[in-house]
């Protein structure tokens, strides 16, 4: 590429809406401009970026046994009123209707329309599992869309989707996932983790977020100085530490109050920890259902619920045959395996005499339970939370808090989309079983701005090799020096007959020019071909990185480059 021909409008001055360096710099290397609020145009170098970080997570995807494909980006009314999420999703969803009056939306992701896809597609167990996935522009209408590409309305995901025929299954294609995701963004040259995450409103039970630690990060993570524990903040305020501290029992007891209107809000809520067994207690207090979690002899959480229908459904499970229906139902699957959730009555816990109120199942019911007149809980309960400057969960080291941002997450599904959607197949009994799904999605340009937050300095960005939209920029000092210009010419051509990814800056422009939008655009090798060290046969190569410069002979710069 002649650096004359090339479309990068590079800027000295900051623009002042860009708040964050990825912002500042992706606006100023001249690669991107700003279309409408969160909606951007990716120019020529960025689109390289993007289309190498899309290449390599197709790699992965591809490895890992998946198939691209490519879903419409406009959905009918009718696949999220099946699912439920037309009301749910909120203002976040672009809806729009056509010439009749017909309700559409354009899509924020893709459950509703693949589940749809493949439920009637896929009949027999020997079709499972599948791996579908594409990379495509998303639509969200956030509310703050800010900080350039990190949050914009229109942005580019590549979204997978795994169906299996058993719960076996989807950790499977989770583990692969998992492993994806760690090569992608290593690949990438990202510094990042994988923390256990709230999985949202999407439901389900498991999932990770992939965190670029950066200061910029909208996230806060809490993660262990020595084991690979790590979690979001709201996450690691879950967890329970079980080693009695020196404090006053009951001192760090928290109440939460989340907003469940429906079983699969609280399911969200819970977060079942996979390592633990988790039970749960309803009772009545006033005119409000409390749910109290336990694990072990400790009170973990306790939840006030809105309303008794949620109450009730989390009963069922003091009954055993019920609690497998309730852990699909509440999308208590995954790891936890349903046989790992204890949602105990009575007789189980005998620090609660008699608590279990409104069950409804014969024998359980238990009505006008009150705490206190009828049961207590226990004085001796404690809630820790994992925080940072306290003891690791998992190996009792320091825990440190980071910021983050999320660039992928990962989740398990369950039967939440093959459920309401109808996704079946036939066993190998004959039998309809529902699909058990997961669901993988990678920002792609929030992972192109990460790695600039990651990866600048004030000068510029200084993109990781394998993602650099040009691997070396090659620039005469003098554009009026015809030897100059024929020496660096040529280095240019070997470069590119060697499948070096070059630039040849070639503009009439002041060298300082050239070598300040070289460092701003970040090409990790410039190659300077100056008079003096030309007439001794070298040119000067400096490292973006390091902004080590080294003076290589002329015959040898292809073989240093390589
Ligand atoms: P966030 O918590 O930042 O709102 P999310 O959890 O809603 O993100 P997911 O539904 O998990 O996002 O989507 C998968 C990936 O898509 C995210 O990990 C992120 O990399 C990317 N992504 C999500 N929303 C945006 C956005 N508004 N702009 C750019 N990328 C986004
Ligand atoms: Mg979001
Ligand atoms: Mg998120
Ligand atoms: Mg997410």
């Not at 001055?13 to 860009?18: H, M, R, S, W, Y």
């Not at 800010?146 to 795994?162: A, C, N, P």
């Not at 006030?304 to 999308?331: F, P, V, W």
């Not at 005499?353 to 409804?360: E, F, H, L, S, T």
Request: net charge negative.
């Amino acid at each position: 590429m002649k650096a004359s021909q090339m479309f990068a409008p590079t800027l000295r001055e900051v623009p002042a809406e860009a708040e964050i360096v990825s912002h500042q710099l992706l606006m100023r290397a001249g690669m991107i401009r700003k279309t409408a609020a969160g909606v951007y145009t990716y120019m020529p170098l960025a689109w390289r970026v993007m289309k190498k970080i899309m290449d390599i997570i197709r790699e992965e995807m591809d490895a890992a046994g998946c198939q691209e494909l490519m879903l419409p980006i406009v959905h009918p009314a009718e696949l999220w009123q099946q699912s439920g999420r037309w009301q749910v999703y909120g203002d976040e969803l672009w809806r729009l209707h056509d010439r009749h009056g017909r309700d559409f939306c354009l899509g924020p992701t893709h459950e509703e329309v693949i589940t749809d896809l493949v439920g009637g597609e896929i009949k027999s167990y020997k079709q499972l599992p599948l791996r579908l996935y594409q990379i495509q522009n998303k639509y969200r209408d956030e509310r703050r869309p800010r900080f350039g590409l990190m949050r914009g309305r229109e942005f580019i995901m590549k979204d997978m989707y795994s169906f299996d025929r058993d719960l076996a299954g989807l950790d499977e294609s989770y583990r692969l996932m998992y492993q994806a995701y760690w090569n992608i963004f290593t690949r990438c040259g990202l510094g990042f983790r994988p923390v256990v995450a709230d999985n949202g409103a999407i439901g389900g039970d498991a999932s990770h977020e992939f965190m670029v630690l950066a200061e910029s990060g909208e996230a806060e993570i809490i993660y262990c100085s020595a084991c690979s524990y790590a979690a979001s903040v709201e996450i690691a305020r879950t967890y329970l530490d079980e080693t009695p501290k020196d404090e006053a029992p009951g001192e760090r007891e928290e109440v939460y109050t989340p907003d469940c209107k429906t079983i699969d809000d609280l399911a969200g809520f819970l977060r079942i920890s996979p390592e633990k067994t988790l039970k749960a207690l309803c009772y009545q207090a006033d005119d409000q259902f409390v749910l109290v979690l336990i694990r072990g002899d400790r009170k973990v959480n306790e939840i006030k619920l809105k309303n008794r229908l949620d109450c009730i459904s989390l009963e069922m499970a003091a009954d055993e045959q019920i609690q497998k229906h309730l852990g699909t139902a509440a999308g208590f699957v995954g790891p936890v395996g349903v046989k790992n959730i204890r949602i105990v009555a009575d007789r189980e816990v005998p620090l609660l005499v008699n608590a279990v109120c409104g069950a409804n199942k014969k024998d359980y019911h238990l009505m006008n339970v009150n705490p206190g007149r009828d049961f207590t809980i226990a004085e001796t309960w404690d809630i820790r939370l994992a925080e940072a400057g306290e003891a690791c969960p998992q190996c009792r080291e320091k825990l440190l808090s980071a910021r983050g941002v999320e660039v992928g997450q990962i989740f398990k599904l369950g039967t939440k989309y093959s459920k309401s959607m109808g996704a079946k197949y036939l066993d190998e009994n004959g039998k309809e079983q529902l699909m058990v799904m997961g669901c993988y999605g990678i920002g792609v340009g929030r992972t192109m701005a990460a790695a600039i937050e990651q990866n600048h300095d004030g000068d510029g960005i200084i993109w990781p090799v394998s993602i650099a939209p040009y691997h070396v920029v090659v620039v005469p000092v003098s554009d009026r020096e015809t030897d100059q210009m024929a020496a660096a010419e040529k280095i240019y051509q070997d470069l590119l007959v060697l499948g070096v990814e070059a630039v040849f800056d070639d503009r009439k422009e002041r060298p300082g020019v050239k070598f300040k939008d070289a460092d701003l655009i970040g090409y990790p090798l410039r190659i300077t071909v100056g008079a003096k060290a030309l007439a001794e046969g070298k040119v000067e190569v400096k490292i973006r990185a390091t902004g080590e410069v080294q003076h290589v002979d002329l015959e040898n710069v292809l073989s240093f480059i390589q």
